[in-house]
Each structure stands twice: as structure tokens, then as C-alpha cells.
């Protein structure tokens, strides 16, 4: 190694350590965000965009102030949290079951795999027409639908991972006498269970992309029937005040599966 290398290599050691440390990473994750907030609050202000399509930063936290003290900001959010968490818990539970299924069983995987990749490109809004007919505009049509936004990536993550387990491994599995529960248990589960813990935050992100959906047909609350009734009345501000809550929302609820990851891997790897 010569000595340019050597010190280049000297220099990164340092800056690599400094962006390893938690603090750092956090700290860097708000510096988009206030930036964002600066150049909206300087086109607003400056008057290059008008008031009326894009209003200031502290209007949309009026707005949100505004139905706090109406008692109606908090119902809004609570009806379309209470919808992506029933939605997310069925839609991953089946898409777990169906992951197993079609991942470990080629029956399975020739009877349920064509028929779920083609039910995979419906559009979301393309269910809601059918869910109202059958279900009418109630909780149980929203839930659906977020339930079917939540399976897909959960199933599609899983299964492949399923299917793409070390025959290796297996065969080493039951060379000690392990069949069915037991070597699912201890061979093949630990081995996905990173793919497990992925399909799950990628079904909950989902869930709430679904749940715009469902909120913005057929909805008397919900921040998805926020953005629509907004709309209508022009209200940009809390437009604006939505999708900053459902991005505040899914962020937290990312963060809650990723603490549960950590915990998880720890567990089981």
C-alpha cells in the first residue's frame, strides 16, 4: 500500500465512523425535511407561488389547530389508524398462510400462484366498486381493501423467500430426523424470517396507500376522506394537513415494525 493510499484510506476510516453513529444518521434524516419547509416557505412568502395553491407552512398548522379545537382532528386520525392496523393484521395473516402454502408445497404453488399474480395487478380503485357491492359503504369494506393492499407485498416477499431456502439446509434439517412442523420450525422459519419481518413493512406501506383509497369513496372520516372533502370546499391548507399526517403516520408505524425487526432478528438469528 503506498502512502497516498494509505492516508486516503486513514481519511475515510473517520467519516465512515462519524455517519455509523446513531445521532448522526438521525440528525441527518431532518436536514431534507427543513430544507423542503425553507424553499416552501420562501415561494409562499416571496409571493412566486400564490397563497392560494400553496399556503404558508404555519397555515397548515392553523388548520390543524383549528380542527384540534373542534374535537375533530383526533377522530380523524383515529378512524384511519383503527382501519390500517385491522386492515394490515387480516391482509398479513392470509398472506402468511398463502406465503406457506405456495412456498413450501409445489401443488400449492401450481394450484394458488397464477391466479394471486393476476389478482396482484388489479388496481386498488378497481376493488372498490365490487367491496361496495357487496359489503355496502361501511368499516367492512374499508378494512377489506386495506387488507388487500397489505397482502400482496407480504405474500410475494415471503413465498419467494420460502421457496428459495437452501435445499442444502433442508436436507441437512432432516438428516437430523426433523419433518414438517419441526423443520419448518427450526430450519426454514429462521432462514425467512428476514424476509418476513421486509414483507411486513412493505405490506404496511401498502395498507396505507390502500387506505387513501378506500377513504376517498364512501367515507364520512378518515384523513383520506379529509384530502377529498378538502378538495371540494378548496382547502388547500388542509390538504396539505393530510398528507403531511398520513406521511407523519406511516413513518411512526414504520419505525414501530422496525423496532419489532430488531427485537425479532435478535431472537431468532
Do not use: C
Request: proline letters at 5%; zero cysteines; a positive charge.
Amino acid at each position: 500500500m503506498t502512502g497516498d493510499t494509505a492516508q486516503a484510506t486513514g481519511t475515510q476510516r473517520p467519516i465512515v465512523a462519524l455517519w455509523a453513529r446513531p445521532w448522526v444518521r438521525t440528525a441527518a434524516g431532518f436536514v431534507v425535511p427543513i430544507v423542503v419547509l425553507a424553499a416552501w416557505q420562501y415561494v409562499t412568502a416571496s409571493g412566486i407561488v400564490p397563497v392560494y395553491r400553496l399556503p404558508q407552512p404555519w397555515a397548515v398548522v392553523e388548520a390543524g389547530v383549528e380542527l384540534y379545537e373542534r374535537g375533530e382532528l383526533w377522530g380523524e386520525i383515529g378512524i384511519s389508524v383503527q382501519r390500517v392496523v385491522l386492515g394490515f393484521l387480516f391482509g398479513s395473516l392470509i398472506a402468511l398462510a398463502f406465503a406457506a402454502i405456495v412456498g413450501l408445497s409445489k401443488p400449492g404453488r401450481a394450484l394458488f400462484a397464477p391466479t394471486l399474480v393476476a389478482l396482484r395487478a388489479v388496481p386498488s380503485l378497481a376493488w372498490v366498486p365490487l367491496l361496495i357491492l357487496w359489503m355496502q359503504v361501511g368499516e367492512e369494506s374499508k378494512v377489506t381493501l386495506v387488507a388487500i393492499g397489505a397482502f400482496f407485498p407480504v405474500y410475494t416477499t415471503v413465498a419467494d423467500a420460502l421457496g428459495h431456502v437452501s435445499p442444502q439446509l433442508v436436507e441437512a434439517g432432516r438428516s437430523f430426523g426433523l419433518r414438517g412442523w419441526s423443520l419448518f420450525r427450526t430450519v426454514q422459519l429462521p432462514a425467512v424470517i428476514p424476509s418476513v419481518m421486509s414483507g411486513l413493512r412493505l405490506g404496511l406501506a401498502q395498507a396505507w396507500l390502500f387506505l387513501v383509497a378506500a377513504e376517498l369513496i364512501g367515507a364520512t372520516m378518515g384523513l383520506g376522506f379529509m384530502l377529498s372533502d378538502s378538495q371540494t370546499s378548496g382547502r388547500v391548507d388542509r390538504i396539505l394537513l393530510a398528507i403531511v399526517l398520513l406521511a407523519l403516520l406511516g413513518t411512526l408505524s414504520n419505525a414501530i415494525l422496525v423496532v419489532a425487526e430488531k427485537v425479532v432478528l435478535k431472537r431468532w438469528m
